[in-house]
């Protein structure tokens, strides 16, 4: 009997991780989406993935989702901002013994699944892509991804490594550790401070990590998260200095998300950036006052799109 | 004999203080500005002022500096970008005996003046207006003006007190004060809390104001500029939050200066303000972590019209 697998989100990361697990013989992947777009072209062509690996594979793909059965495994990969209509559309795909995991940005979205299903997996990603058009995503980065159990829904660390075993077979790169919170806290103190000084100075990650003012910036930022995450007892896998001087490098002029999200005009993740770092920063006695400045400003530009009187 | 008043820089608060003076018969206006068509407008037909007063005044008015005589008084009202090229231009109008008097935003006017002039007024004025056409000029706010010797030249009180009487009989409110710095400092926190956060997340005054992230923000601005002052012996001419209050309360939806540089993309104020105070944070040994990041933030604003790779 194959292992059923709902990826919830559809986007370029949602895209990447289904499409590779629906090559494997043993795996079958129901795709949800709420872009009916996206789900007719994957159902009519298949979903085709270009650059890092090249190929089309064939899912099931719905915008109903009340049309996909039971699964064994969830991975959730929309905006952090729409986590949670996303998991109350689905949770009923998910019943006891299922394990649902998030590869989102930001920290806090564990938290939110874990209202709606019994098991939620703790995972953080670094594979990058873009939609090309429906039913076709660029496969930009294929990076590492790491999981582990929530810890307050006790998850079954065997489970973790069945999931990082499929897709491991699948050509991702997933590592899985009893303890996920360091990798999802370097990557979440590197978010949460090329993001929002992106969105905000409208520079590209390289020319924002080479001006002094602005480099000085993350590194300023970077200092607080580490504090946090150390009163948090959380061991950071890595520097996130490495993480900045590593996208730095790459060639062409990354826009981060965030500042993608602004230009968009869409609302941005910050909440799950540095509000969650100042928040935790609160809870632990760690001063934070520039994430919650960050988090200030970029919810400012959010409110002027409101056209505010 | 006339009194010789030479006007720096006439855009609208220049050319509201020149205006004003204009009109009275002992003294004598010349009118220096970059911008041909604004001086060419002024030698036609006079400088109109419209709102809180309406009358049109004869004034001299050049581009040319070299055909200004020697002046008893200056009054510069560029940028504050603009300071320092203003005064080199100028300086040969102001020989020993006169007094040049900074009317501009921020701190840091009097003491690239005080390389150039042998004495410097501290001054800081609340009049708002608006350059209509070449010409005419939009007088909004008859606020007050407060001025001071610059403490580093020793300029006599006398000359603060005669230049105080002159603009007083023209109709401006003006308060001749032995430390002109409370008053100078009460704007500069004012304008470093209201004015990055308006430039950086595009709300309005009131709208800032009222949403409670960017209010918040105000407010740690506010609260490090106040430290800063405090440690350099400054007493604060009345509370910061009221002028950002008094703002808000005002019709329309006002646009900080510095969102005005921003949108039409002229270099901003910020080292004369957010700059300022965290640097005089340094030198103090009082943190400033907010200032410094709404700089860095503001710059970083600024390098990204550069496209830099």
């Not at 795996?27 to 009916?36: G, L, R, T």
């Not at 994957?42 to 594979?57: K, V, W």
């Not at 019994?118 to 294929?142: K, L, Q, S, Y």
Request: proline share 5%; aromatic share 6%.
């Amino acid at each position: 009997m194959k292992v059923k697998i709902c990826i919830v989100g559809c986007g370029a990361i949602g895209s990447i991780f289904g499409a590779h697990l629906a090559r494997l013989e043993d795996v079958e992947v129901h795709a949800y989406d709420v872009s009916k777009e996206q789900t007719c072209a994957i159902t009519e062509h298949g979903l085709r993935i270009s650059g890092a690996a090249d190929f089309t594979a064939r899912l099931h793909a719905t915008s109903d989702a009340s049309a996909i059965p039971s699964c064994d495994f969830g991975i959730v990969a929309t905006k952090s901002t729409h986590t949670r209509p996303a998991i109350e559309q689905t949770a009923h795909i998910f019943k006891t013994g299922s394990a649902v995991c998030s590869v989102q940005n930001g920290v806090g979205n564990e938290e939110i699944l874990a209202q709606y299903v019994p098991w939620v997996i703790r995972g953080t990603t670094f594979p990058a892509g873009h939609v090309i058009e429906p039913g076709h995503v660029g496969f930009d980065i294929n990076g590492d991804t790491w999981i582990g159990p929530f810890e307050p829904t006790h998850t079954p660390f065997s489970l973790v490594e069945q999931l990082a075993e499929l897709l491991n077979r699948s050509g991702l790169k997933v590592v899985a550790l009893k303890d996920a919170r360091g990798a999802q806290w370097t990557k979440l103190i590197f978010n949460a401070s090329t993001n929002p000084v992106g969105a905000l100075t409208l520079l590209h990650h390289g020319a924002a990590t080479r001006f002094a003012p602005t480099g000085a910036l993350f590194n300023a930022l970077i200092a607080e998260g580490e504090a946090v995450a150390k009163a948090l007892g959380i061991e950071l896998h890595g520097d996130p200095r490495a993480l900045v001087q590593k996208g730095a490098s790459a060639p062409g002029k990354h826009k981060a998300s965030m500042l993608q999200d602004i230009i968009a005009r869409r609302q941005t993740e910050v909440d799950f950036m540095n509000g969650a770092i100042a928040d935790w920063g609160e809870k632990t006695g760690v001063p934070t006052p520039l994430n919650r400045a960050l988090w200030q400003l970029v919810k400012g530009l959010e409110h002027s799109w409101t056209d505010p009187s």
